[in-house]
């Protein structure tokens, strides 16, 4: 029996709708109400099955009374008394019947049987919800609710979606259930047919109060406890959500990841003193030289890892910054002129090895840095100081012997003479290599970070007298400037070419009819020379015909007239470049020229086959004089530029100062991994910092997308849980627990890459750098992260579990997450 007093109810607006309502209903039996008013109905059921909390009233059920309506009040009193039936939410389409019934609680099976049969469900067990018709769905609730044992039925006829035929059905069912709970319909005057007992309201008052039946049941006695969920449910939900939710929450746990490692790295990499690591290395290396870089200026920024040639400029700039005179290295910018200047025609591709050695000018080898020596270092232009390796490189065929670097060895190359384009210079002090006090020369200039300055301190190069390039012709005769050469034909590069000459008296070249000696060009036309011309596709006519000298030298001359005359008089584009990696940001030329003839090899022997085949050249252009005036400079260029010093303030401050401006960078030894895990990681650290910002801000936004969809995912579940008598508490908890279960999860995961990235940093710069102890306080960048991130996460989740709903928008009293 439930009797209810002083029961009011208000709209939206805060008009009554009922006012101190007070009535008595059975234990069984079929009661009928309705109104005069559509929303009236729905706080009416909703408020008698204990989903609603009216302003004042009081309700006695089982000797119970309820009187706070609050959370447990209500619970207790849906867990052992009132079953609600409205709308299709309590419907879950992809459940078979019997989960749907059992709502994964379980049940004796006898007891799902008999109730199974009672409805003519029981053929029905196995099939999906969503296969069954509208009548037989709706029995399918009612075996939920009988199975549970209610002692009323509550329905809110004008919130289900059956048609007017489908709820006579639906009450002809309810009427069978009479005589064992009591049923409230209440909203639709059809149900008069079937009741026993009719609740008629009109202006806020009961009007009329009609009993057919007056017989009431035994009082039944019931535990009075909530309805809880089971483990074995919250297991069920918890592998629901979790089939719903995997593949987003992977992708969350990426944008996690991805956030915690930049933002781990951005943050210890801003922190670092890279001019501290660099002196450190330094120090360890027993070195006290660094390589000084220019950075190409790109459409007016500098961009790292594009590099340019350092200019005089240049050089008066940096010895003003830095308070020392550098270290240069020059190298010319023809070889090929230079080389032609010196040993004439006859000897064009005669060489010495010397000639490719980088030249370094120094005053003396304690400001090359080098401790021993043997030997006196060069104090005229015509000696010359090299390293041990090297020295033994070019006199090995005068030795005859292994190389073991040893000071006899060394001291007997003492004044032995060697050619540098044809000039005999005399070696006066040989550096050993591999020595400690000679630490200098492991700067390597051919690792991460060097684009273009190729050349070492080991090998490859040779030491004077400072002023030495001055007074060579080799390098003082004009030159047009070091820059990259390519030639263009509409959309391809056709060739790319080393010299970029004046034209001379007695070149040989063939205009496509006739054979002509002669220099005479205009601004607009160019000869190309035979290296340039195998560049451009004739190698590989050439050396298929010549290899196994299956043509005489007539053919092969015609063969090379064919080629010469589809080229000659074409329009082509010629192309200088300062940077190689950049060739239109950096152009120094680009103009449209005609190729006036291409010139001859010397001969089509055998002989040049081997030196095409072996030894293939990029070959040259030449030009009139007016158009290369505005490129012509002296023949060389500065190849590589280093700054030496003993004193550790002196290197301080040119590394800050190198470090810190934007269009210079150091080079030290070991290089590439002082480059890419102190040096580029610092200049990227912002940008990684906004990386996991952005990372961060999307996995949150993946998150609450994650809360919102899953909530109304899983609304029904929720609902019908909590219609059967479960707290929304204890729903808001168990949805809470889940996610929060996921996140710390998914976060201890993310965690631990991001740790064992940052140690992958850490350990490389600590060991492999001989970075500061103090840098192992940075692996706790991860902890912090992981305790900031989380709070964050938290706040954000309460923000929107205060916006959210687990439970279907029907219900009026709905609490928020």
């Given at each position: ?742 996140l710390w999860i998914r976060s201890l995961f993310s965690w631990l890459c991001a740790a064992l990235t940052l140690m992958l940093f850490v350990f490389t710069i600590y060991f492999a750098l001989y970075a500061s102890i103090t840098i192992m306080w940075s692996l706790t960048i991860p902890c912090i992260l992981l305790f900031v991130g989380m709070l964050l996460v938290r706040i954000v989740m309460h923000i929107v579990f205060q916006r959210t709903t687990v439970l279907d928008e029907m219900l009026i009293d709905e609490e928020r997450l």
């Amino acid at each position: 029996m439930l009797q209810v007093e002083g029961l009011t109810l208000y709209d939206r607006n805060h008009c009554i709708l009922l006012s101190n309502a007070c009535f008595r209903l059975p234990n069984y039996g079929f009661v009928s109400i309705y109104g005069d008013h559509e929303e009236l109905h729905h706080l009416l059921a909703q408020s008698l099955a204990g989903v609603y909390s009216p302003n004042a009233s009081r309700f006695i059920y089982n000797d119970q009374e309820m009187t706070l309506f609050d959370e447990k009040e209500r619970s207790i009193y849906r867990s052992c008394f009132a079953s609600f039936l409205f709308h299709d939410f309590q419907i879950i389409p992809d459940q078979t019947v019997y989960d749907n019934i059992t709502m994964f609680e379980n049940f004796p099976r006898y007891v799902i049987q008999k109730e199974l049969a009672f409805f003519q469900m029981e053929d029905k067990v196995t099939t999906l919800a969503e296969d069954l018709t509208p009548f037989e769905q709706w029995k399918m609730v009612l075996v939920r609710c009988m199975l549970r044992c209610p002692m009323m039925l509550v329905v809110d006829s004008e919130s289900t979606p059956l048609a007017k035929e489908e709820l006579m059905q639906l009450y002809s069912l309810l009427d069978m259930l009479k005589s064992r709970v009591l049923v409230v319909v209440i909203g639709d005057k059809q149900s008069i047919a079937y009741a026993n007992r009719i609740i008629e309201i009109a202006d806020g008052y009961i009007l009329s109060d009609t009993h057919t039946n007056s017989h009431s049941f035994p009082q039944v006695n019931q535990i009075q406890q909530p309805y809880t969920l089971k483990q074995a449910q919250i297991e069920a939900f918890d592998e629901k959500l979790y089939h719903f939710i995997h593949w987003k929450l992977r992708l969350a746990t990426v944008f996690l990841m991805l956030s915690f490692i930049a933002l781990s790295v951005g943050l210890f990499s801003l922190n670092l003193d890279v001019t501290d690591i660099q002196m450190r290395l330094m120090e360890n290396k027993q070195s006290s030289i660094l390589a000084v870089e220019k950075l190409a200026n790109l459409n007016g920024e500098y961009v790292d890892n594009y590099y340019d040639y350092l200019n005089e400029n240049d050089v008066v700039a940096l010895q003003k910054a830095l308070g020392k005179k550098l270290i240069l290295g020059y190298y010319p910018t023809d070889l090929k002129a230079a080389r032609y200047s010196v040993y004439g025609s006859s000897q064009l591709y005669v060489t010495d090895i010397l000639d490719e050695y980088t030249m370094i000018e120094a005053d003396s080898a304690q400001e090359l840095g080098f401790a021993k020596m043997y030997g006196s270092y060069p104090q005229a232009y015509d000696e010359i100081a090299l390293p041990s390796t090297s020295a033994y490189r070019i006199l090995k065929e005068v030795l005859n012997e292994p190389f073991y670097n040893t000071q006899e060895q060394c001291e007997r190359m003492l004044g032995m003479k060697v050619l540098w384009f044809g000039q005999p210079l005399t070696i006066t002090a040989i550096f050993p290599a591999y020595e400690a006090d000679n630490a200098n020369m492991e700067l390597q200039m051919h690792s991460y970070g060097s684009s273009l300055n190729q050349a070492k301190l080991m090998s490859g190069s040779f030491f004077v007298k400072r002023g030495f390039a001055k007074k060579q012709e080799v390098l003082t005769m004009p030159a047009y400037q070091k820059t990259g050469k390519r030639l263009i034909y509409g959309d391809r590069i056709v060739a790319e070419f080393e010299g970029l000459r004046q034209g001379k008296v007695g070149m040989r070249y063939f205009d496509g009819e006739y054979h002509y000696t002669s220099s005479e060009l205009e601004e607009d036309e160019i000869l190309i020379d035979y290296d340039a011309a195998l560049s451009m596709g004739f190698r590989a006519s050439y050396l298929s015909c010549v290899k196994d000298q299956a043509i005489d030298v007539d053919q092969a001359i015609r063969l090379f007239e064919e080629f010469a005359e589809s080229w000659v008089g074409k329009e082509i584009t010629l192309q200088t470049y300062r940077v190689p990696l950049a060739p239109q940001a950096t152009q120094t030329m680009n103009r449209v020229v005609r190729i006036k003839g291409i010139m001859l090899p010397r001969s089509f022997s055998y002989e040049d086959y081997e030196r095409y085949y072996k030894k293939e050249g990029i070959g040259a252009i030449y030009a009139s004089k007016e158009m290369l005036a505005a490129g012509i400079t002296q023949n060389h260029y500065i190849k590589v530029a280093f700054f030496q010093s003993h004193e550790k303030k002196e290197l301080k401050h040119a590394l800050d100062y190198l470090n810190s401006h934007e269009g210079y960078d150091a080079f030290l030894t070991n290089d590439r991994i002082l480059k890419f895990f102190v040096v580029d990681l610092h200049e990227v650290a912002i940008f990684l910092l906004i990386l996991g910002g952005l990372a961060f801000l999307a996995f949150l936004y993946l998150y609450i997308f994650l809360l919102k969809s899953a909530s109304s995912y899983i609304h029904k579940d929720c609902t019908i849980h909590y219609l059967l008598g479960e707290t929304k508490s204890a729903l808001r908890s168990l949805v809470i627990k889940y996610f929060q279960m996921v996140l710390w999860i998914r976060s201890l995961f993310s965690w631990l890459c991001a740790a064992l990235t940052l140690m992958l940093f850490v350990f490389t710069i600590y060991f492999a750098l001989y970075a500061s102890i103090t840098i192992m306080w940075s692996l706790t960048i991860p902890c912090i992260l992981l305790f900031v991130g989380m709070l964050l996460v938290r706040i954000v989740m309460h923000i929107v579990f205060q916006r959210t709903t687990v439970l279907d928008e029907m219900l009026i009293d709905e609490e928020r997450l």
